[in-house]
């Protein structure tokens, strides 16, 4: 059933308000007003109940187009935190139901709206002994592997241009997880860095990927595709990849089609081509496109055109999603979903690549890639290695 309304965090303890992308000068000062959450089995429009809920509680975002206030209007109400699933984003594409979700604590979509409050610092206790056990794969090397042969299979047939696989891995822990998950937001690059927690489950970010911006009626996001290690030889390696710029520029044509949706005639534009970013340890190529909202879109439109990311899903998004029902042994729970921050004529979310999740008894995070024609499996499976290894190693407080 579909739950409203504040309510504290039964299994897991309070933390500070953190949620990525939230106003830099808030952060810590902000207590919870009310909380939607849904899963795909309450039944309804995720996006649409989003935008009412938002709109009920003194947060009307039917028109992006207006511009952002200067001010708060009511000097208690800041803005509200925003996360949808991959799985919900999957239904807005009308894409088939994916696998079972291997941390079903976590609902598919989250809408809290916060006041604000005089800074706190939380009771400070001793710290609980922190344990963090080994990670079980969803897959092995090879299932992986024989999941890349089948994606260039569908390549070959016509299928797909390029499909996304994700992996899953899952750890026991002890103690409390929110300490470790906050870590992940102190990861250089982490431009969408933060907790959001509910009771029983806890999300952490790190992610450097801008899956939609708005200010003002301006549309940007900011796709990533191709990785190479943070090394001078990677990143010429990167430069010069003819797969890695081919796989790039067709999730950006797929990032422009989605914005040309949502947008005025004639406005969208790609700005920054293929620039190499620094992830952690790993070079990462990224672009920007710009363009000018249409009149009117809200946003409920805006998740229905954006969600589920391109550079997450592949080409055609739809069929791509198809692939991924098809071939992936678990569903994505927390990553490939957006999280971040809304406000009146602002919507700042983050792909929720680079994250992890916590339940009751478990941590549980997510990687995988973008497949071609070109890719090799191997090179795949190890890809998928490099971008988990800091998020780990970050949770288990090395």
């Given amino acids: 059933m ?11 303890p309070e933390v500070l308000v953190d949620v990525p992308a939230a106003p830099a000068g808030c952060r810590g ?16 429009d995720p996006a649409a109940l989003a935008e009412e809920f938002l709109a009920a509680h003194g947060l009307p ?9 200067t001010h708060h209007g009511d000097t208690r109400l800041c803005g509200a935190a925003l996360y949808l699933s991959a799985a919900a984003g999957a239904l807005l594409a009308g894409a088939p139901p994916a696998a079972p979700e291997p941390a079903p604590a976590l609902p598919d979509l989250a809408v809290v709206v916060y006041d604000h409050r005089p800074t706190r610092t939380p009771d400070g206790g001793p710290p609980t002994p922190w344990w963090l056990g080994p990670w079980a794969e969803s897959w092995t090397p090879a299932q992986h592997a024989a999941a890349v042969d089948a994606v260039r299979a569908a390549i070959g047939r016509g299928d797909v241009y390029q499909t996304n696989l994700v992996g899953h891995a899952a750890a026991r822990y002890t103690g409390d997880p929110l300490p470790a998950l906050s870590r992940l937001g102190a990861l250089p690059g982490a431009r969408y860095g933060g907790v959001l927690t509910g009771d029983g ?37 990167l430069l010069a990849s003819a797969k890695e710029r081919a ?3 067709m999730i950006v044509d797929l990032e422009r089609n989605d914005l040309a ?22 070079w990462q190529a990224e672009s920007t496109v710009h363009a000018t909202a249409a009149d009117g879109l809200g946003l409920a439109d805006l998740l229905r055109a954006t969600c589920p990311g391109g550079s997450v899903t592949g080409a055609p998004k739809r069929a791509a999603l198809t692939q991924i029902t098809r071939l992936e042994p678990v569903g994505r729970g927390a990553s ?26 478990k941590l549980h995070t997510w990687a995988g890639g973008g497949i071609t024609w070109d890719s090799d499996p191997h090179a795949e499976v190890a890809e998928a290695a490099a971008k988990t290894a800091p998020v780990r190693a970050t949770l288990a407080g090395r």
Wanted: net charge neutral.
């Fill in 261 to 282: 949706r949502i947008a005025r005639t004639g406005t969208v534009t790609v700005d920054d081509l293929f620039a190499v970013r620094r992830w952690c340890d790993l």
């Fill in 336 to 361: 490939m979903g957006a999280l971040g921050w809304v406000a009146p004529g602002h919507v700042d979310l983050g792909l929720t690549i680079r994250t992890a999740a916590a339940d009751g008894e």
């Fill in 29 to 44: 000062a902000l207590v919870e007003r009310a909380r939607l959450q849904w899963r795909r089995t309450d039944g309804g």
């Fill in 2 to 12: 579909r739950k409203v309304g504040p309510y504290g965090v039964e299994t897991l």
């Fill in 61 to 69: 975002l039917h028109d992006l187009t207006r511009p952002a206030p």
């Fill in 247 to 249: 796989e790039h520029i």
């Fill in 201 to 237: 489950w806890a999300i952490g970010c790190a992610s450097p990927e801008t899956l939609i911006e708005v200010h003002d009626g301006h549309l940007i996001t900011r796709p990533i595709k191709g990785t190479r290690p943070a090394t001078p030889a990677g990143r010429a390696e």
